[in-house]
Every structure is written in C-alpha cells, then in structure tokens.
C-alpha cells in the first residue's frame, strides 16, 4: 500500500577510488579521498541499523572488485546494491557494444556477490545514451535512478526519443524501466566536495547542516503536495561519511521521521509503483 505521507530512498553511490581512476587522477592524493569511501562504509551502515533503514547503494563494479569485503557487509547488512557502471565511465561517451559490455561485467559481479542479478541502476555521470534503456530491458533490469523529469514522482523511462534540430523534441516510447528520478539539488557531492580539474574548480565544502535543511523542505513539499510520492536522495560515502557531515544525515532522517515519511529501497519503490505505471500504458 501507498504510504500516505510519502517515501525518501536514501541512496549511496560507493564509487571509491572509480571516481578519480575513470577521470585518469590516480595520484596518491586523489586515491586517498576514494579510500575514505571505504573507511565510512562501516559508520554509514551503523547509521542505517541503528535507524531500522534499508537503502540501495550504487556500485560500481571496480569498486566491488576493490573493495570485496565492504561490499559483502552492505549487502550482509540488508542494503539493496545496484548496477553503477564498472570504472564510472561516463555512459554518454560509449557506444552501444561497450555499455552493454559494461552492464554485463559489472551485472555478473553483483549476482556473484549477492546471488541474483540486480534490479536496479544509475549511471555514473546522469545520463543515458540512445541505447541505454533498451540495454537495461536486455539486461532484465527493472529500475533506474538516474534522470530527472520529476521531482517525486516515478515514471516510465522512454526509448527512442529524437532530437529534431528544425523541429520539435520527438519523445519515445515508454519502456518497462521504472524511473526513480534524481536531482543535482539532492545530491551532497556538489555541495560537499571541492575538486580541482584543470582550470575547473568546484567549490563545494559548504555546510552540511544547510544542505540537509534543503533537503527536508523538499521532503515537506512532498509530503504537503504529493503524499504518495518518492524523493530520492543521493549521497557519496567519501563525501558524507565525515563526522560532521554524519550528524547532518542523523538530523535529516530525524526531520524525515517527525515528518511520516519513510524510508525504501529503490527496488521495493519500484515494485511498488511499477505494476500501475506499466498498467497505465497498455
């Protein structure tokens, strides 16, 4: 049943040391900031327990292979563990038979480790590819949290969408993907975390209090104008899992709970939204 006030994924994307190998940063400095996703995956999981939450975290399969025994005790702990891409490619620069190669290595990796093949998926970079949607229907996947054409509510993801430069944006056909949309808003990276590529600079390190604050006025518009809806939170264990920023995430799920909400896995979500969103276009 549809809960009445509404329902927040918190998600953890545990890209580790991907995140700076896929941009070719593999200097010691940068590897060490990956190394600290894996240091706070046993603080993050006692946050979780000690809030009876079960989450979904995005792996990528470089990670997985990485970092085997912080992966066996998110999924010992209960936590769903999602398709992220295996070096955290970004998908919008592969072609066709190199994203699948991707999903079906990084898929394997999860069914090894958890012994079935996962539900879920989120690419690395927000994106998709004209090919990717139809990939994950191959794949069998059922779910993905990656795009943003809501803010909380979930839709089916299309296929087949045409740009047409002298005429109007041509949109697909509805797949059998369930879309649990994202939001750069809802996402502690850019706000958390200062990187410096090149001649980009993002600042980040901002408050992490203020950031969470944000977080729950989205969590109250839901909950006062669409209370059966889902908002999905987007966080990175080497960007939250430091201690400050920890009792920040301790007070937003505080704030989610004064509020009724509560907390799923995407793949609980997408089991129970799917079955009405598939019904309603046939």
């Known amino acids: 049943m ?18 700076w190998a896929a941009r070719g940063v593999t200097t010691p400095g940068p590897v060490s900031r990956g190394e600290f996703g894996a240091h706070a995956i046993p603080r993050i999981l006692r946050l979780l327990s000690a809030q009876d939450i079960t989450s979904t975290f995005f792996i990528p399969g470089h990670t997985i292979e990485t ?13 769903e563990i999602g398709l992220h891409g295996y070096l955290h ?4 620069a592969l072609d066709r038979e190199a994203e699948l190669a991707v999903l079906r290595r990084s898929s394997a990796l999860i069914e090894r480790l958890t012994g079935a093949p996962p539900s879920g998926h989120r690419t690395p970079s927000f994106d998709f590819t004209p090919h990717t949607v139809s990939l994950l229907e191959e794949i069998g996947v059922t779910y993905d949290s990656s ?4 803010d909380s509510q979930p839709y089916l993801a299309r296929t087949g969408d045409r740009h047409d430069p002298d005429g109007p944006y041509v949109f697909g056909r ?4 369930v879309e649990l949309p994202v939001s ?19 600042p ?33 264990p080497q960007a939250i899992g430091r201690g400050d920023r920890m009792l920040a995430l ?11 909400v509560r907390f799923a896995s995407c793949a609980d979500v997408a089991r129970q939204y799917g079955p009405a969103l598939l019904a309603a276009v046939r």
């Open 250 to 260: 301790e007070e937003f799920i505080s704030g989610c709970q004064d509020l009724g």
């Open 204 to 236: 980040g390190l901002q408050d992490p209090h203020a950031m969470f604050a944000r977080f729950l006025g989205d969590v109250r518009w839901m909950v006062h104008n669409e209370p059966d809806g889902v908002l999905t939170v987007t966080l990175h």
């Open 147 to 150: 795009l943003m054409g809501t």
């Open 89 to 92: 490619e970004p998908v919008s």
């Open 174 to 177: 509805p797949s059998s993907v």
């Open 67 to 79: 970092y085997p025994e912080q992966c066996r005790t998110v999924h010992a702990a209960g936590h």
């Open 184 to 202: 750069w808003t809802l996402d502690d990276y850019p706000h958390l975390e200062f990187v410096r590529t090149g001649t980009m600079v993002m």
């Open 2 to 19: 549809t809960p009445d006030r509404g329902t927040v994924c918190l998600t953890f994307d545990f890209d580790a040391i991907s995140l």
